[in-house]
Structures are given as structure tokens and as C-alpha cells.
């Protein structure tokens, strides 16, 4: 019987043919924890009376929503992980010595193989299906029986297929791809679905802005976003130390799909989402009749924080100066990226500007720090989430849209499209 790239992977894992709908237990391969869920794990897995972890060498920690610490509580909070990575000696540990956001972080790291099953106990975790393995978002409980067990159970998603036709035209990334499938479906529309990513539109889409595309699957209420390997993935993975040898699936022509959508991106300008949801999508061009004025723009996250998006920032930003009015915040999603950026000189740009860079860091995106939005105040943000009070005082707006727009709408103090500049 044919099956999807989703189905295959469980396959491959529960050692049996996997079809939609059916309840498996697989092995997991890799675990990943943050410095907010992972505590929660950790007392589990400790009031369990397990000694040592089920997979030592498949459990990371990744430091990064409120690190450096913003106040006590986040020390302390921080703290538990901490000892208990050095406790169990944790060879994936990453703290302030060599931080980033874990999922940019993870990949960076070859860390997210091709055909892994992935878990963390973080919603986003979905972004490292653009490897051509199945990641997916759970509760810290249930990470702390993955610590326990090495594996956990699953109910095999429905894939969803979206087909991206066309050439991309100017400034349309990965962010406005899964902005306008979120706009169609809805914040429910793929709930417990695979959304898998397919078409000739992705020869255009590079590494990084195919993170963002599977980034977001769960802002549609997916399960997963997936791409199978290609050329472009694999030219991103040849320069990886990877933990292991990948294994690459294909979904078979044929294959059982609960339904089949087709964008076609040549058509499609970049999109902004309106508050308080991301569904409510809107071409840049409507947003810009609206004459929306803007307080903050944040250009970061797991979504919109890599190398190309401060690269497509620093080249609309060059030789021009952040509006009077408006503060604009700028977070690399790693220090490897910071690195590099600065060594391109885009710090230098950003920096005259007048715009405020920061560590790699949540922060933000959550309203933890580092960028809080005070009452009434409007923001305009590469995050994935603009929910009612997201970033800060519940009765200020977020608006969701790709670095070059985050840019443009910097320079002018209101949302702009970047192609007017």
C-alpha cells in the first residue's frame, strides 16, 4: 500500500508498515528540552526513581527563552537544568558558552538527521521537518517518559499536501508561504495533520526560510510540517558533523492524502497577519493602505532569526536611519550566526541605523524580555505568534511578516511594503 513521507518514517521506526490513524510506539531519536519545559521533565523524571537517562547521547538541552537571566526566578529556574546536565554529564548541553535558539541551534549543530523522529517540549519543535524527519511539539511529561524509555507512543498523522507552483516574485520567503496556508485553512485547519510541503516553488526556497515554512505548520494546528531531502537540503546538510546517518523517505506517487492544496506563489505578495491571530493574513499592499504606524519592530526567533534574514534586513536597512518613532530590535537566532554577521559587516549597519542587537535569545517573541510591548503599543514582528498580549500588555497588536517587511516598516515608522523603497 502506498504511503506518505510521514507514514514511512513511522514505519521505519516501529519496525511494521505505519498507516493514518493507527497507534504506534516508536523509539525517538532525538529529545529536546529548553530552559522553561524542561524542569517540569525533570522532576518527572526524577520522582520516577529513574537513575540514568534511556538515551543519553539522544537528549539535548538547549538554554534559551530566558538566558542570560532576566531575574531570580529565571536563575533559579535555569539552574535545575543546569545540574541535572551536569549531573548526568550531558554531552548536548547548550548554555550561555554556546548558545542559540534550539531550533535554530539543533540543525546548526547536525543534531536533526533526515528520518529521526523528533520530540520537544516546546510547539515549534515542527521546524526541524524541513529535514525530511518527523518533529513534532509535547508536553513535558511526556518528555520525561522519552528520558525514561527512549521512545513514547503516537497516533499516526493525516498528511495534508500543499503544492507550491510557480516562482516566487520579490520578496516572498518561506514566511509568506505558510502565512497565506494559514490564512486559507485556518489556526485549526491542519489539527493533528501533517502538512507536507511539496512543489516547484521550493527550488527557490532556501534552508532557512524552509525552517520558517515548517516553523509555523503548527499556527495551522499541525502536528508536523515535512519536506523531503532535496539538492537544497542536502548542499545545507554536506557541511554538518552529523549525529548520524541519514535515512531518506519519499512519499510514494499514490499515497493517501486527506486533502491536496496548490498555491500558486508567483501570484503572491508578502503577507502581514493582523492581530490577534495568524491566520489573518493580508497582502503587504492592503496593509499599507491601512497606514498602520508602528511603535517597535522585531526582527528574530526561531522563525525569522538566520543569517538570511538579517542579511535581507541589512540591505534594505543600509545608509538609512530607524523612524523617529519606532525602536527596532534585532536578534541573531545563534551565536554562530551573530558571528557571522558581524564579520559581514551587517552589525555595523544595523548599528547605525539605530537599532538595538541582542543575544540569541526567546525573549521577545514571548513577552519574557528583551523587547516587552507596553499598553497600546503596535509591533511589527518576523515571531510566529500574535496573540492577544504575545509580547506584552494585553492590549498591544503584533504583526506578523518576513524581515524584509519588518525592515522597511523600521525606516518608515508604518507597515511598508519593502518593493516601495
Request: hydrophobic fraction near 40%.
Amino acid at each position: 500500500m502506498k504511503q506518505t513521507i510521514t507514514e514511512k518514517i513511522f514505519s521505519a521506526h516501529a519496525k511494521k508498515d505505519a498507516f493514518a490513524g493507527q497507534i504506534v510506539e516508536c523509539p525517538i531519536d532525538m529529545v529536546i528540552g529548553n530552559d522553561i519545559t524542561t524542569p517540569i521533565s525533570i522532576k518527572q523524571f526524577e520522582r520516577s526513581g529513574a537513575k540514568k537517562l534511556a538515551k543519553p547521547d539522544g537528549f539535548a538541552i538547549v538554554m534559551d527563552h530566558y538566558i542570560p537571566a532576566k531575574d531570580i526566578l529565571s536563575a533559579n529556574q535555569a539552574k535545575i537544568s543546569r545540574d541535572f546536565a551536569y549531573k548526568h554529564d550531558l554531552k548536548y548541553f547548550f548554555d550561555e558558552k554556546d548558545m542559540g535558539i534550539e531550533h535554530a541551534l539543533m540543525p546548526e549543530k547536525g543534531l536533526v538527521v533526515p528520518g529521526d523522529i523528533i520530540i520537544g517540549a516546546d510547539s515549534h519543535t515542527c521546524t526541524h521537518g524541513a529535514l525530511g524527519a518527523f518533529s513534532t511539539g509535547m508536553g513535558s511529561t511526556d518528555l520525561a517518559y522519552a528520558m525514561i524509555t527512549g521512545g513514547n507512543w503516537f497516533k499516526v498523522p493525516q498528511t495534508i499536501k500543499v503544492v507550491f507552483k510557480g516562482k516566487p516574485g520579490e520578496h516572498i520567503y518561506g514566511k509568506d508561504l505558510i502565512l497565506e496556508v494559514i490564512r486559507m485553512i485556518g489556526v485549526d485547519g491542519a489539527r493533528y495533520k501533517a502538512l507536507e510541503f511539496v512543489g516547484d516553488s521550493l527550488e527557490y526556497i532556501d534552508m532557512d526560510g524552509r525552517f520558517s515554512l515548517c516553523n509555523m505548520a503548527i499556527e495551522a494546528g499541525g502536528k508536523s510540517g515535512i519536506i523531503a531531502v532535496d539538492d537544497i537540503t542536502k548542499e545545507f546538510l554536506s557541511s554538518k558533523n552529523l549525529r548520524s546517518e541519514p535515512i531518506l523517505h519519499y512519499s510514494d506517487e499514490g499515497a493517501n492524502y486527506e486533502k491536496v492544496i496548490e498555491i500558486d506563489t508567483a501570484k503572491l505578495d508578502p503577507v502581514v497577519a493582523y492581530p490577534f491571530l495568524p491566520s489573518k493574513g493580508k497582502s503587504v499592499r492592503e496593509a499599507v493602505k491601512d497606514n498602520i504606524a508602528v511603535d517597535q519592530v522585531f526582527i528574530g526567533s526561531c522563525t525569522n532569526g538566520r543569517l538570511s534574514d538579517l542579511r535581507i534586513a541589512a540591505q534594505i536597512l543600509k545608509g538609512k536611519r530607524v523612524s523617529k518613532k519606532t525602536r527596532l530590535i534585532i536578534t541573531p537566532a545563534t551565536q554562530k550566526t551573530a558571528l557571522a554577521a558581524q564579520k559581514e559587516g551587517l552589525w555595523d549597519i544595523f548599528v547605525e541605523a539605530g537599532a538595538v542587537v541582542s543575544n540569541p535569545t526567546c525573549g521577545a517573541c514571548l513577552g519574557g524580555y528583551m523587547g516587552i510591548l507596553g499598553a497600546g503599543e503596535r509591533c511589527v514582528s518576523t515571531t510566529n505568534r500574535n496573540f492577544v498580549g504575545r509580547m506584552g500588555d494585553r492590549s498591544s497588536e503584533i504583526y506578523l511578516a518576513n524581515s524584509a517587511v519588518a525592515a522597511a516598516s523600521a525606516i518608515t515608522g508604518k507597515i511598508t511594503d519593502p518593493r516601495d523603497l
